[in-house]
């Protein structure tokens, strides 16, 4: 994610490195936020639990209001690319 300079895969993979917390933390306020997936349905797609998802949730509605990140068709290509994603 070209925000915090990491590959579309590290998103996906297991590991509680910062970067790696943030990018997936927005990617999954977006996700449910503005693009209205469940997170229920986004913890399946993730293999993360559903409270995890709400809490990365809740990180990624802070990370928008503190640097006020705004979701653009490029953001959402570059998530919708992973096959995982699909």
Same mark, same amino acid.
């Given at each position: 994610?070209?925000?915090?300079?990491?590959?579309?895969?590290?998103?996906?993979?297991?590991?509680? /490195?910062? /970067?790696?917390?943030?990018?997936?933390?927005?990617?999954?306020?977006?996700?449910?936020?503005?693009?209205?997936?469940?997170?229920?349905?986004?913890?399946?797609?993730?293999?993360? *639990?559903?409270?995890?998802?709400?809490?990365? %949730?809740?990180?990624?509605?802070?990370? *928008?209001?503190?640097?006020?990140?705004?979701? *653009?068709?490029? %953001?959402?290509?570059?998530?919708?690319? %992973?096959? *995982?994603?699909?």
């Amino acid at each position: 994610m070209e925000i915090f300079d990491i590959d579309r895969g590290e998103i996906y993979s297991k590991g509680r /490195c910062w /970067c790696k917390v943030e990018a997936r933390s927005l990617m999954c306020y977006w996700a449910v936020q503005e693009l209205g997936l469940t997170a229920t349905d986004l913890a399946r797609r993730l293999v993360m *639990t559903q409270p995890a998802v709400g809490y990365a %949730v809740s990180r990624g509605e802070q990370i *928008t209001k503190k640097i006020d990140y705004r979701l *653009t068709k490029r %953001v959402i290509y570059f998530f919708m690319d %992973v096959p *995982t994603f699909l």
